[in-house]
């Protein structure tokens, strides 16, 4: 699936519900079933800065793919369920499609207001990692 | 002299804020700690300074500065007569508590701090009451001790007594933690620190708020401030100085007010306090602060004191009927402000959840990363109260820890 098919299963998905609390309880369950990331994974050099919790954000290339694999992790698990849903419309696919990807999403879901630099859960640090990780592997792979 | 619980509804419909619905709940605001909402009597008092008393203090022939003069100055003796300070010339206006403590820091310090002196501070401290001092100690050479708390985040003082020395210039203390809610001894402490000839400033960020100041009884040598945390506006804040060592401190900032008389060969400095007030001080705050303390004092701080203790008191015992639920600071003395973290739910998890739910409180490190460090966590989430809060919120507040536990679980 492309990327914007992603974001609009994620929107589909989100759609159910009216309540802020109630979005919040799925972030919370995606949050609590993203994969964990190995040890050696949770390092400083994959901590991304600016957020209240940490956050970790590792990015490799699948090489019988060339697509950009994303792992993460955060100690907020709300965080994490952020994360989570980056990781399901950002990860495997080609690079340049990451770099150059339009999160609507994130709007659409309702979570614009973490957009905004000032608040402090590192959404928009971690979606600018993850593009620079696309614009970096696409220019390795030329 | 008001009593509270009584009346609490006529004091809620005095601050227009409360009214707010946030996600569709009402607002329970419970970040008093990082600042009070203000009453109708702070707002419009504002307002009418603009729209009425609007013209620049001090010099002014004119009728409207005349005006905003004597209301300035009338501040400055309503804030004098709130500290029970002996003269008007202690008082100092400054943007804030913070920028207090760097004015004692910088003039304090290039008068009496040089290489190998050493200045006294607590673990427990806010960081604006740490790194001012950092920055003297750096410029001039000088060293900065610490003083400890137990687990239950009360100062030790046997330490403080042996760190006292010959070196020691000043010791700089908060009143009460913001962080713990600890309600430090502090007359005890002056007591103590004067015994060893060393002044003592006080930090009164959360302690102004709750409680009846008396400088004179306290004998502290420095008290700040700010007036945004006692129901008055942002932006303007206090420092109370013995005219003892503000008479000898030079001036921290340069400007107008704070001359007597300027040439390029030599310039001379205004009295007391002026010479402190570099600059149009902010004359619509300063009388803003005092229509809030006005506010406080016609309900009475010892009314306010004995209504958010049992407030305190309550919240405390619902609260730890919460599975799981750990409290940072259990001094036999608090005030106001309790700092918890709720099984491993990370605190920006709750106080994400707890917002949707119109549950304002702060989560994070609170300006003390010694303090979470001494606990070896990264971060709390931190209920304060005020004197418009009531038990009704703090079931509210419990009610929704307990909805988001159950998310988690």
Redesign the interface.
Known sequence: MTVNELQDQVIEDFSAFDEWFDKYAMLIELGNSLPEIQESQRVEQNLIQGCQSRVWLDAHIDEATGHVIFEGDSDAVIVKGILSLLIRVLSDHAPIEIAQSDLYFIERIGLKEHLSPTRSNGLLAMVKQMKLYGLIFSKRAQ | MTDIQANIDSIRQDFPILETQV?KHPLVYLDNAATTQKPRQVIEKIEEGYRRQNANVHRGVHFLSQMATEAHEDARRCVASFLNSSSEREIIFTRGTTESINLVAFSFGEKFVSEGDEIIVTEMEHHSNIVPWQMLCQRKGAVLKVVPFNDRGELDLQVLSSLLGQRTRLVAVAHVSNTLGTVNPVAEIIRTCHEAGVPVLVDGAQSVPHQTIDVQVLDADFYVFSGHKVYGPTGIGVLYGKEKWLEQMPPYQGGGEMIATVSFEKTTYNELPYKFEAGTPDFIGSTALAEAIRYVQRIGMDNIRRYESDLLQYATRQLMQIDGMRIFGQAGNKESVISMQVGK??P??MG??LD??GIALR??HHCAEPVMRHFGI??TLRASFALYNTKAEVDYLVEGIRKVRN??E
């Open positions: 996600y739910i990370h920006y998890d994400t959840l949707k739910l989560t994070g990264e971060s998310l988690f």
